[in-house]
């Protein structure tokens, strides 16, 4: 059995968003020094403390908007711990752009990269980003088809409803 942290990344009412990242980096880097196998990053949009809820917040804070650079920044300051994301909202994500940057940051972790994937059931983080919740679904799919193709082939060529790449070579692998 592995095991592992989960980091949603809140921020307690009364202190900072610094306070908060630096909180999250002492637990990575104390689940390393404990000998658990990872941590596991949340991606949470447009979650305002309760006092913001009128203006459309979700009512828990959180800085973990971009778990990728969250991985990046604790695969530097660790040596052994993975780091997962659990999940990338793939219908939220350019697929050509999270190719690189998740292989990126394999390639930085010798490894150690995680990737979880997955829609969400957060209808208001596709509201804030423009995207139709209607849409996930099929969003989805054509994301983990490219990223598939993007980490496995010599070139990209995809055509579907929302992406259409035509020979497109994707580096790192």
Do not use: N
């Not at 390393?32 to 917040?57: I, T």
């Not at 695969?75 to 994301?85: D, N």
């Not at 059931?121 to 490219?146: K, T």
């Amino acid at each position: 059995m592995r095991a592992g942290l989960v980091m949603e990344c809140d921020y307690r009412y009364g202190a900072t968003q610094v306070e908060a990242f630096d909180e999250a980096f002492v637990q990575a880097e104390m689940a390393e020094e404990l000998g658990l196998h990872s941590v596991w990053m949340a991606e949470r949009h447009f979650a305002a403390p309760s006092s913001q809820l009128d203006s459309g917040g979700t009512g828990i804070p959180s800085v973990a908007a971009a778990p990728l650079t969250w991985a990046s920044a604790i695969a530097a300051r660790t040596s052994r711990l993975h780091i997962g994301t659990g999940v990338s909202v793939l219908p939220l994500c350019h697929p050509i752009r999270l190719a690189e940057e998740t292989a990126t940051i394999d390639h930085i972790s010798k490894g150690r990269l995680e990737l979880g994937v997955g829609r969400s059931s957060f209808p208001r983080a596709y509201e804030g980003y423009g995207v139709p919740y209607e849409e996930s679904r099929g969003r989805f799919q054509e994301v983990l088809d490219i990223l598939l193709q993007a980490w496995t082939q010599d070139r990209v060529s995809y055509a579907g409803e929302y992406y259409t790449f035509d020979e497109v070579c994707v580096l790192p692998k």
